[in-house]
């Protein structure tokens, strides 16, 4: 069994109804060399109550519990990765959100993974793994999907697979986020795992998807984001789209990853320009250039889709 040591990153806001069940998966975690950061965005409700309650009866888990930046989930958490690199820079880092909980080997499958390949010896590695679907009680109501294309810079560009709630990244992965994570905050960037995803496919990383699912994942009203099944979550990502929502996340992301190009590999780097330019030119030209690019979603169907969408500016 590793013994690799994990940091575990809970984001938190307004998160009273469920905070307590994540805390209390923590504490049933197999893998026993972990601790805890929290970074509360602004709560108005009893959460922060209810984290200083388990720092006191915990307080060799909970390391720190500060204040958020108050510039969204994305920004906290990354935030909070900084932090963490900081004061930890040989844990691997687990990033969690509130509403969740862990099933009891996540963190140990997570570890023995990483230590088999490398993550004491500095590879920069990140695992994530599928998620059982619950409703607010944890009902299960069916899981995530599988990934069907392995993990490349060509598909982050585009694209998100790496769910943030089950994200682990090996303290070398860690490292490397942390040298990223300012510019990311600077320009905006929404999504924290999205971002994780690009910079760790375009410096090389390793990235391992987990095909058992190893998290009760609430769907609930609050959710930011959440799954919400196969038909509503792909009307939800379409309104995203045709508001420009999408767009404006790219954006965001590539203005972020052109200010860490010095931690791209070469290809990854000619790749990020190319896209730029071809977003310039826009409409057909971008259509055009994203098989010629290797940009690619996780189904022929939804290529097609990214196609019609830079033919009308929605990319």
């Known amino acids: ?159 998100n697979i790496l769910a943030g709630n089950t994200l682990v990244l090996s303290p070398a992965a860690a490292r490397l986020m942390s040298r990223a994570a300012s510019a990311a905050i600077e320009h905006g960037v929404c999504h924290h795992d999205w971002w994780c995803y690009q910079m760790l496919t375009g410096a090389g990383a390793h990235i391992h998807c987990e095909d058992t699912p190893l998290v009760l994942y609430r769907q609930h009203r609050r959710n930011l984001l959440g799954h919400n099944g196969p038909l509503r979550g792909r009307i939800l990502r379409i309104g995203m789209v045709l508001k420009h929502d999408y767009a404006g996340w790219v954006e965001k992301n590539l203005a972020a990853l052109r200010c860490c190009e010095k931690l791209l590999t070469p290809q990854a780097r000619k790749t990020l320009r190319r896209f730029m330019q071809a977003r310039r030119r826009g409409r057909v030209a971008l259509a055009a250039s994203i098989p010629k690019l290797g940009l690619h979603r996780q189904s022929a169907h939804d290529d097609h889709v990214l196609r019609l969408m830079a033919v009308s500016r929605l990319l």
Do not use: Y
């Open 1 to 159: 069994m590793s013994d690799l040591p994990i940091r575990i990153l809970m984001a938190t806001r307004d998160g009273e109804r469920f905070v307590s069940e994540q805390l209390r998966s923590f504490l049933d975690q197999s893998h026993a060399n972990w601790d805890l950061e929290v970074s509360d965005d602004g709560s108005c409700d009893r959460t922060r109550d209810i984290v200083r309650a388990f720092g006191e009866a915990h307080p060799r888990r909970l390391v720190h519990f500060g204040d958020g930046p108050r510039r969204g989930p994305g920004a906290n958490f990354l935030t909070l990765l900084m932090h963490a690199v900081e004061t930890a820079p040989d844990s691997a880092l687990a990033f969690s959100d509130q509403d969740d909980v862990w099933l009891p080997e996540k963190l140990s499958r997570a570890a023995e993974w990483m230590e088999a390949n490398g993550a004491l010896e500095g590879a920069p590695l990140a695992w994530t793994c599928r998620t059982i679907l619950t409703d607010a009680r944890l009902a299960p109501i069916g899981e995530s999907r599988c990934i069907r294309r392995p993990p490349s810079f060509g598909n982050a560009l585009v694209q």
